[in-house]
């Protein structure tokens, strides 16, 4: 068969999924391609909820970067929301789809079939746990549910379960909302990505803003009140009271469709896929959160989900099944955040996975500034990198501070990368200018004292 | 002898010479060293000085990272300033030494020298080119001289002769001290070191703010009025009234004590070095802006004045005056500054230097946002790259934009140090989330369009 006249089934409309059906669209104008997307919503930026909860951004739509309508009319992409699909035939190369208004189930065939369902959020097994005002943020409508629950219902105390990003995000946005912000999390620290070193000053910096922050807590119960909605929460070690709850304990790849079809699982659960995106199964393709990627450190598969990262998948997956040749080099786990004006970012190795993989280390944490020391605006900035102990390897780094601080955690990644070492680090001729940064910029300052 | 027993003596006292000077100190404790210079200052940001003259920072001793007597008190470090050194005696290892102060000559030995001399502004051979409101600027004693130049005689109407990084610079510093400025180059486009397709938004944005700007003018005379100061100056266009003038048409390495003395000139006129930053006399090295850098991408010595340079010029000559074995691997040209709140960035390659060396490349420019279309703050950022034909390396590239858009030039800088494709660069792990750039950094953007 021609490849032009193979049809392509997408499961999943969101950034990975529709990278891929969109590139080969690009490449191959009049082929049949299906996308089922069980939500409302494609191609959005999950990653933009909760500024738009915050009231940042003033409409949800902003966030979706293309709807249905303009794939099916602009790009001729057979877009259809509402569609879940519940079960994957490779034998027969069907998959079973759920019309989930009209309420029926019917079958459709492919040629090659992507999977692009993402990941879900870890909900703990507990009563009340759906109950109305406890939420998880996945999905784009996840996040309207909690804006439209603050206009409706005007909760005033919070508590948010997890300390990682979405926790982090959260607390900023419900700040903004003028709620009472209680953060609880089982970890000793927040932000489990980073050093316990670098993770400390985001906790004072959002106990200075007024977040009630208690670690080293688990969450034990969940309490309603008559209405049913929920009322208290407890942990440990204490009684919470909380009129709007948000979990962000974790992810986990939404891969179910995968195992019962005899395609198989890697790291963390996520779909097996080699570095062209393509599973254990012939014409069988994973992309997104629900797939593994091979970390370039670490060497071997990981569990990353990020939108970064999806839309990188999504791309590699659309150009191979264009008939292109593409391998994904692979992923650092760089992330990016901030809590108020406090930038947070990290990349490669912490020194926490570093010992954990055995690897004989170096680290070292600096404290300089982001400007000239003399120059209006100058903030405080650090700077962590670990190094292989021997070779001077760069592995990992991150990175704390003010304004225009974490986005320089790119010319660490780029460094992990090429593989170089610190005494390279600290000898790239990077950008200087008073405005900008001091003579030698703060990533510098740290490699320099690992070279 | 003894390394630790070898006079060392510097002449400059600014970034490259106090830097070498002070990491031998910490290498050896007891080490003879001293330091000549001509000015009153040592270890200043001169490249703060525009900003100083704004009045953005309070005051020109802000600038001075180190004065000559922290020196001399806290890192036994001989450092006289005022003192000009006029001749090398390489035979009989000595320097002739003028103190400026007290009017007489004296010699002093040395077993090691380096020379740091800097480099000196081109000013022109044109009748009262030194007429009092006349200026250039070099030495934080020169910018010192503009500030009280202003308070003392409120001039109104500037003139800045040259639109590279200083006349661009002291445009926004004289529109902030309230003056009419009007800026000539005789060139077709402000900025030389950036291509014109991304030197035409700069101009606009210094037109927009009220820079009277003519491109394509020479200078050709300057008129002082009966009181001796500038007061008209003719172009070959027009006359154009001026009470204050700035002269920012280039500089030149101040390598004159080197030819005398038979120590070889190398590029543009700067002292010629090998990677560890000796000359070609046994036992006089060379540091900063008065001697040449390796090109990584032209792959031949260039002269290359940035503070970021000297620094690593000063602590590679360092680390080998004191017995260590270190290169510099060397320069890309990496600058950044900004007009008013437009950031401007380059390193490596420009499309026109490629052009001239007979490259095959290609280049394109791309339009994107520094944070998600979406979030509060986005702003525009062009990028260009510049990638060999064929292998798809990157070579070069140029960022205008606002806030947050030029320090990604580093991400460049890093990426063609590693000799990297733009396929590579577009697929690396950088750091998103909608505060700080689109999901596709703009300069992956940019490496998709040329990968």
Redesign the interface.
């Known amino acids: 068969m021609n490849m032009t006249d193979r049809k392509l089934v997408v499961i999943g409309g969101d950034?990975a999924g529709m990278s891929a059906a969109s590139k080969v669209r690009r490449e191959h104008p009049e082929r049949e391609i299906v996308v089922f997307e069980r939500g409302r919503h494609t191609s959005y930026?999950a990653?933009?909820m909760p500024?738009y909860i915050a009231g940042?951004?003033d409409s949800a739509e902003?966030?979706v970067a293309r709807a249905p309508k303009v794939f099916r009319e602009k790009q001729r992409i057979d877009v259809r929301t509402r569609h879940e699909v519940v079960a994957i035939d490779t034998t027969n190369r069907r998959v079973r789809v759920r019309d989930l208004d009209a309420i029926r189930e019917f079958e459709e065939s492919w040629d090659d079939l992507l999977i692009a369902t993402g990941a879900a959020p870890i909900v703990p097994d507990l009563p009340n746990i759906r109950a109305p005002g406890v939420f998880s943020l996945s999905t784009l409508q996840s996040g309207i549910d909690v804006f439209e629950d603050i206009e409706r219902h005007a909760p005033r105390r919070a508590v948010i379960v997890g300390g990682g990003y979405i926790g982090i995000e959260m607390a900023e946005a419900l700040l903004d909302r003028d709620l009472e912000v209680t953060l609880i999390d089982m970890a000793p620290q927040l932000m489990n990505t980073m050093d316990p070193d670098m993770a400390d000053g985001i906790a004072k910096a959002m106990r200075d803003a007024g977040v009630e922050l208690f670690l080293e807590e688990a969450l034990k119960t969940i309490e309603t009140g008559p209405d049913g909605r929920v009322r208290q929460l407890t942990t440990d070690q204490r009684r919470l009271d909380a009129d709007l709850v948000i979990l962000g304990i974790g992810i986990r790849p939404a891969s179910e469709l995968a195992k019962p079809a005899g395609i198989e699982l890697g790291a963390a659960g996520a779909i097996r896929v080699d570095r062209q995106m393509r599973t254990s199964v012939p014409n069988v393709w994973a992309a997104g959160d629900c797939a593994e990627s091979f970390h370039?450190v670490k060497e071997e598969p990981t569990f990353i989900a990020?939108?970064?990262?999806a839309?990188?998948h999504g791309l590699v997956a659309g150009i191979n099944l264009s008939g292109g040749d593409?391998e994904?080099?692979?992923?650092?786990?760089?992330?990016?955040?901030?809590f108020e004006d406090l930038?947070i970012?990290r990349?490669g190795l912490s020194e926490k996975e570093a010992r954990d993989m055995g690897i004989a280390y170096r680290a070292k944490t600096i404290e300089a500034l982001t400007r000239?020391?003399?120059?209006?605006g100058a903030a405080k900035i650090k700077v962590k990198l670990v190094v292989e102990e021997g070779t001077g390897r760069v592995l990992g780094g991150q990175i704390v501070g003010r304004a225009?601080a974490?986005?320089?955690?790119?010319?660490i990644?780029?460094?992990i990368?090429?593989r170089?070492t610190a005494?390279?680090v600290a000898?790239?001729?990077?950008?200087?200018?008073?405005?900008?940064?001091p003579?030698?910029?703060p990533?510098q300052t740290a490699a320099r004292t690992l070279s």
Chains 1, 2 share one sequence.
Not at 372 to 376: K, L, N, R, V
Not at 427 to 437: E, T
Request: aromatic fraction near 12%.
């Open positions: 950034a930026a990653c933009g500024y940042q951004i902003k966030l370039i990020l939108g970064t990262v839309n990188k593409v994904f080099p692979g992923v650092l786990g760089t992330a990016i955040t901030r930038e970012a990349t000239s020391h003399y120059f209006p225009g974490a986005k320089r955690i790119d010319t990644a780029a460094a990368t090429a170089m005494e390279q000898y790239l001729d990077l950008a200087y200018a008073p405005p900008f940064s003579v030698w910029d990533v």
